[in-house]
């Protein structure tokens, strides 16, 4: 009996109708279109603006556009994992309220935490899964409603992040495609330079820190992003080494889009073409959890089956990692 690898076999996805652009930006903080293309690569980012619905709206809407697009039976889901860095709520689960909302009646469901990492990980732990044997129908979706912990008066992190979710669906294959290696670490000392503080148990919501601010997302710029290049480019670079490919061998780099000069420097480390560098982060900015399926679903299209593709990933924490997968199928 030949070995069972992990596969994507199909792609969803969401984003909010609203638009938050530069433009609009200019009128809520001292920046300009210019600084923030410059320094980013971010032209808009979508919002979603109605509310009471957080991040599980999100991941409900990008799981029922993949099970429309695929015609499965949702009753046929046996996990779903909601990778996600901005939660509904605390103590009740994001995922199993996903799940149930979309008739994934039959499925376990859990919350997958890693800020920025959080869909990189997630792979891990859905192919693991169908790698047991046990399990043919894990869905994994990457889902984050940033803007619920954003400060629109701070220019340093109001300009980078988005809302949206995007949704893909793990099966066993029998050729040998999907997931193939990977390259995880973390480093816990990171995470003074990247967080939102109040709200959780070592800092619980208090009047006061809420009047402050403090349970808004913090971002030491320079600290994140010499790390974010560093770290994303080694992992990208090792993962290559070990498994013996060139970059003439890589179909496309599929990299957690914060911010385009950090891409464009993992691109380089490698010597990798442009052209086969996987990027939308201008029209969406950084969705966190979400940036690796939406760049699956807007690249769906030009994906052929057998193409072999890198994840790179960095978040807050820190974490970070790459994963090698080839592509199941031709769209």
Same mark, same amino acid.
């Given at each position: 009996?030949?070995?069972?690898?992990?596969?994507?076999?199909?792609?969803?996805?969401?984003?909010?109708?609203?638009?938050?652009?530069?433009?609009?930006?200019?009128?809520?903080?001292?920046?300009? *279109?210019?600084?923030?293309?410059?320094?980013?690569?971010?032209?808009?980012?979508?919002?979603?603006?109605? *509310?009471?619905?957080?991040?599980?709206?999100?991941?409900?809407?990008?799981?029922?556009?993949?099970?429309?697009?695929?015609?499965?039976?949702?009753?046929?889901?046996?996990?779903?994992?909601?990778?996600?860095?901005?939660?509904?709520?605390?103590?009740?689960?994001?995922?199993?309220?996903?799940?149930?909302?979309?008739?994934?009646?039959?499925?376990?469901?859990? *919350?997958?935490?890693?800020?920025?990492?959080?869909?990189?990980?997630?792979?891990?732990?859905?192919?693991?899964?169908?790698?047991?044997?046990?399990?043919?129908?894990?869905?994994?979706?990457?889902?984050?409603?940033?803007?619920?912990?954003?400060?629109?008066? *701070?220019?340093?992190?109001?300009?980078?992040?988005?809302?949206?979710?995007?949704?893909?669906?793990?099966?066993?294959?029998?050729?040998?495609?999907?997931?193939?290696?990977?390259?995880?670490?973390?480093?816990?000392?990171?995470?003074?330079?990247?967080?939102?503080?109040?709200?959780?148990?070592?800092?619980?919501?208090?009047?006061?820190?809420?009047?402050?601010?403090?349970?808004?997302?913090?971002?030491?710029?320079?600290?994140?992003?010499?790390?974010?290049?560093?770290?994303?480019?080694?992992?990208?670079?090792?993962?290559?080494?070990?498994?013996?490919?060139?970059?003439?061998?890589?179909?496309?780099?599929?990299?957690?889009?914060?911010?385009?000069?950090?891409?464009?420097?993992?691109?380089?480390?490698?010597?990798?073409?442009?052209?086969?560098?996987?990027?939308?982060?201008?029209?969406?900015?950084?969705?966190?959890?979400?940036?690796?399926?939406?760049?699956?679903?807007?690249?769906?299209?030009?994906?052929?089956?057998?193409?072999?593709?890198?994840?790179?990933?960095?978040?807050?924490?820190?974490?970070?990692?790459?994963?090698?997968?080839?592509?199941?199928?031709?769209?």
């Amino acid at each position: 009996m030949s070995k069972i690898t992990a596969a994507i076999t199909g792609v969803g996805a969401y984003l909010p109708e609203y638009r938050l652009t530069n433009k609009i930006l200019e009128s809520m903080v001292d920046t300009n *279109d210019e600084w923030i293309t410059t320094r980013t690569g971010i032209k808009e980012r979508r919002i979603l603006k109605e *509310d009471g619905k957080g991040t599980s709206y999100l991941a409900i809407k990008a799981a029922q556009d993949l099970i429309n697009k695929k015609g499965i039976d949702p009753k046929d889901i046996e996990l779903v994992i909601v990778a996600t860095a901005t939660p509904d709520m605390k103590a009740a689960s994001t995922a199993a309220f996903t799940a149930t909302n979309i008739g994934a009646t039959n499925a376990f469901s859990f *919350d997958l935490e890693a800020a920025c990492s959080s869909f990189l990980f997630g792979m891990s732990v859905a192919a693991r899964y169908i790698e047991s044997g046990k399990y043919k129908n894990v869905l994994l979706i990457g889902a984050d409603k940033n803007s619920s912990m954003i400060n629109y008066k *701070d220019r340093a992190t109001c300009i980078i992040f988005g809302d949206g979710a995007g949704a893909v669906l793990f099966e066993p294959n029998q050729e040998g495609l999907g997931l193939q290696d990977e390259l995880l670490r973390s480093n816990g000392e990171g995470r003074e330079f990247l967080h939102a503080q109040y709200g959780g148990s070592s800092y619980p919501s208090t009047p006061e820190a809420i009047a402050e601010g403090k349970h808004f997302v913090f971002q030491e710029g320079k600290t994140v992003f010499k790390n974010a290049v560093f770290n994303m480019a080694d992992v990208t670079e090792r993962i290559l080494e070990r498994n013996n490919l060139t970059n003439d061998d890589i179909s496309w780099l599929a990299a957690h889009q914060a911010n385009k000069r950090i891409i464009e420097a993992t691109a380089n480390r490698v010597s990798l073409d442009p052209a086969k560098v996987m990027m939308n982060i201008h029209k969406y900015g950084n969705t966190t959890s979400a940036t690796l399926p939406l760049l699956l679903h807007d690249y769906e299209s030009q994906l052929k089956k057998g193409d072999k593709i890198i994840f790179a990933a960095f978040g807050g924490g820190f974490t970070w990692g790459s994963i090698y997968l080839t592509w199941a199928y031709n769209s």
